[in-house]
């Protein structure tokens, strides 16, 4: 069972820089055909997928994040990592990883990043 696990700094400060970074345990992020997911929920809204990374390390975006996001992996670690630039208050929202082939079966529980002065 693949279990993954979403760590960052809870609070960041407008125009700053988010990394975000999901660990995951119970299988290798090389699996073929497995893709590794962020996803948001701002407070009040509906979920918001923001890019992904396959198994072979290609990386697709949301056009709506305009260059701002960028996600890489460690292979070594087993974990893969999201930045995000220039963030604003409506940033502020729970952050996901996700993974599944062909869908997004397993998720992280979550965490919540406050964009605030």
């Known amino acids: 069972q693949v279990q993954l696990q979403e760590s960052g700094p809870g609070l960041v400060k407008p125009s700053q820089t988010l990394s975000l970074t999901c660990t995951v345990s119970?299988?290798?992020?090389?699996?073929?055909?497995?893709?590794w997911s962020w996803i948001r929920q701002p407070p009040g809204k509906g979920l918001e997928w923001m890019g992904v990374?396959?198994?072979?390390?290609?990386?697709y975006y949301s056009p709506s994040l305009k260059s701002r996001a960028s996600i890489s992996r460690d292979t070594s670690k087993n974990l893969f990592t999201l930045r995000l630039t220039s963030v604003t208050p409506e940033d502020t929202a729970v952050y996901y990883c996700a993974s599944g082939a062909g869908g997004m079966d397993y998720w992280g529980p979550g965490t919540l990043i406050t964009v605030s002065s």
């Open positions: 990374i396959g198994y072979d390390g290609e990386t």
């Open positions: 119970g299988g290798s992020i090389t699996t073929s055909y497995y893709a």
